[in-house]
């Protein structure tokens, strides 16, 4: 028994070496000590999204030496090459997918140099294939709005008759195809033809719905034939009346986180002006310094825009009063400039005495410009335009008021006991560039 386990360990090392003398020698791509290790991905055509190109065909070949061809067909979408010697690589690979919703074929590839250097791990080398033909003439649409933002679920209708669009708008009938914009704003149609062809695009965001309706006639797409796919954005505007207002500083430089104020009633700005009371819609300037307004009527418009940079406001106060009219299904597009305007400090010292004259430290005091929300919010402060507490001598500097009528609550709780003048609110009218003292009594 043992002279045959012997026999048999000499007989595996006798094959072993004839395995050895006879192996073939390796291919020069696979002598070296690089190393190549990663991901294939390609972009899709009808979403915009990446995916994993799982049955990619690779073909690497060192200094473009076709007998040194190393072929890889994926099953994964990933890679990984060892042995790989020093020098330049060309990395060519195709990828064939069905077209999302169709049945048509779209190929992905990529075609790159590598170049590697001896004991070099290049790992994780993620490669993006790109679109390189389509089956038939296809489009790839993306609708933004006028800002350029994505619109998702928009309704896209591809006509190649302006009469036949422009008498069905906004229902799709009659169009040649139609579909609606993925969460990328993208919507894809393939079988198409190389001709032009015209698209009516409507989506509803909030309140607001968007068009391109203006130019949806005027405006061809042209298709291209079926090795290349054809991309065309369509851009959409507000549909009834919208105001779009860019705000510049003096300088002329855009100015983000403005406050812009709307109004019908030029004599409600001036009241409230620098605060937006009483604004039928207001808003803060975007990045770039602009704010839209949509769904508006068709009115005249008042704007008040403004910024605290410091202690100083930036306003538009000295054209304030100037009304936008504004035209139909259209952004109705306008710059402001905002400024330091030079205007003297009103203010209000408010004292406040008990009704033997003492004075009240520790009072709130409570400015309206409202008389009817001091009634709502008596002894609360609750809408006032702005408030305060008296010091330990009873009184109170408000600042920052217009020339305009004030109506003011005064009160200090101490324990279950109110003192107040709810039954008499002060009123009083504050002038520019002045002081204006008043005394309010308190009393439970």
Do not use: W
């Amino acid at each position: 028994m043992k002279k045959l386990i012997i026999g048999s360990i000499a007989l595996l090392m006798l094959m072993a070496l004839l395995l050895v003398n006879c192996k073939k020698p390796e291919d020069k791509v696979f002598d070296g000590t690089a190393h190549i290790k990663g991901m294939l991905l390609y972009r899709d055509l009808a979403t915009n999204t990446l995916d994993t190109a799982k049955a990619a065909n690779v073909i690497l070949s060192q200094n473009n030496v076709s007998t040194n061809n190393y072929l890889l067909t994926l099953t994964n979408g990933s890679f990984d090459i060892t042995s790989l010697s020093a020098g330049k690589y060309n990395f060519t690979a195709t990828y064939a997918a069905t077209l999302t919703g169709s049945t048509k074929t779209v190929t992905y590839s990529i075609d790159t140099t590598l170049t590697l250097t001896a004991n070099e791990f290049d790992y994780p080398l993620n490669l993006i294939l790109k679109v390189d033909t389509v089956q038939s003439p296809t489009l790839q649409m993306i609708v933004t709005d006028n800002n350029g933002y994505i619109l998702s679920g928009a309704q896209v209708c591809l006509y190649d008759d302006t009469s036949l669009l422009a008498s069905n708008r906004g229902t799709c009938a009659g169009s040649l195809k139609s579909g609606v914009t993925n969460s990328n704003g993208i919507v894809t149609f393939d079988g198409l033809q190389v001709k032009n062809y015209f698209a009516s695009v409507y989506a509803t965001q909030g309140n607001t719905t968007y068009s391109n309706q203006t130019n949806d006639t005027k405006t061809p797409i042209s298709v291209l034939g079926a090795s290349k796919p054809t991309y065309q954005t369509v851009k959409l505007y507000p549909i009834g009346y919208s105001l779009q207002l860019e705000l510049l500083n003096a300088q002329g430089a855009l100015v983000s986180g403005a406050n812009v104020c709307l109004y019908t009633d030029s004599s409600l700005l001036i009241k409230y002006r620098e605060q937006c009371g009483g604004s039928i819609k207001s808003a803060m300037t975007n990045s770039n310094g602009v704010v839209t307004f949509t769904g508006l009527s068709n009115v005249p418009y008042y704007v008040s825009a403004y910024q605290i940079s410091g202690v100083d406001t930036l306003s538009n106060r000295i054209n304030d009063t100037k009304p936008y009219k504004l035209t139909n299904n259209s952004l109705n597009y306008n710059q402001i400039t905002i400024a330091r305007y030079p205007t003297a400090a009103t203010t209000l010292n408010v004292i406040v005495v008990d009704q033997f004259g003492a004075l009240i430290s520790n009072a709130n005091v409570c400015v309206y410009s409202d008389p009817t929300l001091v009634t709502q919010f008596i002894n609360s402060c609750t809408g006032s335009i702005s408030n305060g507490v008296t010091n330990s001598q009873g009184n109170v500097l408000i600042t920052g008021l217009q020339s305009i009528t004030y109506y003011i609550n005064a009160y200090k709780v101490i324990g279950t006991t109110t003192l107040s003048n709810e039954a008499a609110i002060k009123q009083i009218t504050v002038t520019g560039g002045q002081q204006t003292n008043v005394s309010i009594t308190i009393i439970q």
